[in-house]
């Protein structure tokens, strides 16, 4: 077979990863190919060991990212430029060089500091290329614009803003509606893995830095969409990015407070804002006035860390929340006890609320056999018009907490409205499959109007 000539650079395709075009450094020095990845985490499909992984195939750009599964071939220990040996996962793929198809085997590994997000190996190109190093696209070649067209990417406009979506999963609903919806608009929209970050504190020149050495002091503007499990840190990142000048779609302390279920209970008390009776104790000795305190049994008991309902129980009796409530002070965890409200029958009212106005609501309806909506593990929600009572009681409750966007949960009683809790990172699928608005534009919309943009 007559060999072919490549350059010191090609454009690939891996279509079995659907990546349609990604640009290798080709070195014959190194043995084995690699592949930019991150996130990788192993797991076990049908009794095989798989392993899945996030790339991001643009240079420069982790606004876009691919998430593959793939079949672990083999694990090796290979030595980086730096002379340090670490354990990689090898997969095995097609490659689409030119007009030639063949499997090649490749390692996952982060290369965000090196200049490629792909290295091509000596063992993919064994009596197949010579080199000639003077070259580069010998083989195929590809504009900026079909790029952009590959990966849908939109041209920011020229003076668009640079937006981040300060996150952990790229692949959630939300945050890819979010990106979306900024880049439709012509802005540079970039996703921030919040576990990717770390900060440098200095008077003179604070900084933040994202994997592979990139400094992060560029961006118009950050929409935080911190997971409960990452607050502390997220938080921390938000107030760094503060301190360099970032507006920041909802501040550290807003966020903080809606998290922390107790303390934001006591400012709506103090703010008049009406929630379901609700009691806190630190001793199980005083479980039984906490039970008669809210009414007794059926209640309502919350971890106070519990998002989208979880970490939420039921007692029916007092018996039953006695005994829950025991279990969980034996544990030392944190709790709340609240009055049970029969009359709402399974259902609650989500609001979205953007810069003091409600823009959404629906209502959600739980599961039978479930005293709470929840979406998230199979209720149903539609499209309702709420009280202007109701209205009130979201806008000031996202105000009490600071908060520029949040999901406002509130019950009907036969005592009118009541607060359930406030989201500071409100999911999207939900009320625009409902409602058919599009949230994440509104989001963005707000944004503009802060920074006074444009276009």
Not at 10 to 23: M, S, T
Not at 42 to 54: A, D, I, L
Not at 342 to 349: I, M, P, T, W, Y
Not at 373 to 399: C, D, F, M, P
Request: glycine share 8%; with cysteine; charged share 25%.
């Amino acid at each position: 077979m007559e060999k072919k000539i490549i350059g010191s650079e090609e454009w690939c395709v891996l279509p079995n990863l659907q990546i349609p075009a990604i640009k290798a450094r080709i070195d014959s020095g190194a043995k084995t190919s690699a592949i930019h990845a991150l996130n990788i985490v192993p797991f076990k499909k049908q009794g095989e060991k798989w392993v899945r992984y996030e790339v991001f195939p643009v240079q420069s750009n982790p606004s876009v990212s691919i998430h593959c599964e793939s079949k672990i071939s083999n694990t090796r220990y290979v030595k980086s430029s730096t002379g340090i040996s670490e354990k990689r996962y090898v997969i095995v793929t097609d490659l689409i060089l030119g007009n030639d198809r063949y499997e090649i085997e490749i390692t996952l590994a982060n290369r965000d500091s090196m200049g490629f997000r792909m290295l091509l190996g000596r063992e993919a190109m064994i009596d197949r290329f010579v080199i000639d190093p003077s070259q580069e696209d010998c083989l195929a070649s590809f504009t900026p614009d079909q790029i952009d067209s590959y990966y849908q990417r939109s041209k920011p406009i020229e003076n668009g803003l640079k937006i981040g979506v300060l996150a952990s999963n790229p692949e959630l609903y939300s945050n890819k509606r979010i990106i979306e919806a900024g880049e439709r608009e012509g802005h540079q929209m970039f996703f921030l893995n919040a576990q990717q970050c770390y900060m440098k504190m200095d008077a003179d020149n604070p900084e933040i830095h994202y994997r592979g050495g990139n400094v992060l002091d560029s961006f118009d503007a950050i929409i935080p969409r911190i997971k409960p499990s990452m607050t502390f840190y997220g938080c921390a990142l938000i107030r760094q990015f503060d301190s360099i000048g970032t507006f920041i779609q909802n501040g550290a302390s807003a966020i903080s407070e809606s998290r922390d279920k107790l303390f934001s209970s006591q400012l709506f008390s103090k703010h008049g804002i009406h929630i379901p009776t609700t009691g806190f104790a630190n001793s199980p000795l005083e479980t039984k006035e906490l039970i008669e305190m809210v009414n007794g049994a059926p209640l309502i008991i919350k971890l106070l860390e519990s998002t989208q309902g979880k970490g939420v129980v039921l007692a029916e009796t007092n018996k039953a929340a006695e005994s829950v409530i025991n279990a969980f002070k034996s544990l030392k965890t944190n709790i709340l006890v609240q009055e049970f409200i029969k009359e709402a029958d399974g259902r609650d009212l989500r609001c979205f609320v953007i810069d003091g106005k409600v823009v959404a609501s629906i209502e959600r309806v739980a599961v039978k056999g479930e005293f709470r909506a929840n979406i998230h593990q199979g209720g149903t929600a539609r499209i309702v018009k709420i009280s202007q009572e109701e209205k009130k009681l979201a806008i000031k409750a996202a105000k009490v907490l600071g908060l520029d966007v949040a999901g406002v949960d509130l019950i009907r009683s036969n005592k009118g409205p009541l607060l359930l809790e406030v989201n500071s990172s409100p999911g999207l699928e939900g009320i625009e499959k409902a409602t058919g608005k599009d949230i994440a534009k509104m989001m963005i919309s707000a944004i503009e109007r802060k920074l006074k943009f444009n276009k």
